[in-house]
Nanobody, 116 residues
Framework: VQLVESGGGVAQPGGSLRLSCAAS????????MSWGRQIPGRGREWVAS????????FYRNDVQGRFIISRDNLKNTVTLQMNSLKPEDTALYFC??????????WGQGTQVTIDS
């Protein structure tokens, strides 16, 4: 299983970033996929999940309405569109295989910093 994230960086509060994850080494379409984040002192947190077929999506409460998770089963990619960013969204974001917080594999992550 290989999950490689990209798209992190620095944004201002209220801004947007789009994260992408390229998946390989497994039958991508057979798995739900998720994004999580790691904040120093708080450990890993689940952020969003998308079911195998891309239709059902789930979000943690504090990103609901601001973040959108999607997937492309032809390209084996999963993306996280992050809008209306807040300083508290600052974290290392990682792509993970699995639904909710039940990850069984994850990538190394991409840093997102929200700072004015």
């Amino acid at each position: 299983v290989q999950l490689v994230e990209s798209g992190g960086g620095v944004a201002q509060p209220g801004g947007s970033l789009r994260l992408s994850c390229a998946a390989s080494g497994f039958a991508f379409g057979d798995y739900a996929m998720s994004w999580g984040r790691q904040i120093p002192g708080r450990g890993r947190e689940w952020v969003a999940s998308v079911e195998k077929d891309g239709r059902d999506r789930f979000y943690r409460n504090d990103v609901q309405g601001r973040f959108i998770i999607s997937r492309d089963n032809l390209k084996n990619t999963v993306t996280l569109q992050m809008n209306s960013l807040k300083p508290e969204d600052t974290a290392l974001y990682f792509c993970a295989r699995g639904l909710g917080s039940h990850f069984d594999s994850w990538g190394q992550g991409t840093q997102v910093t929200i700072d004015s």
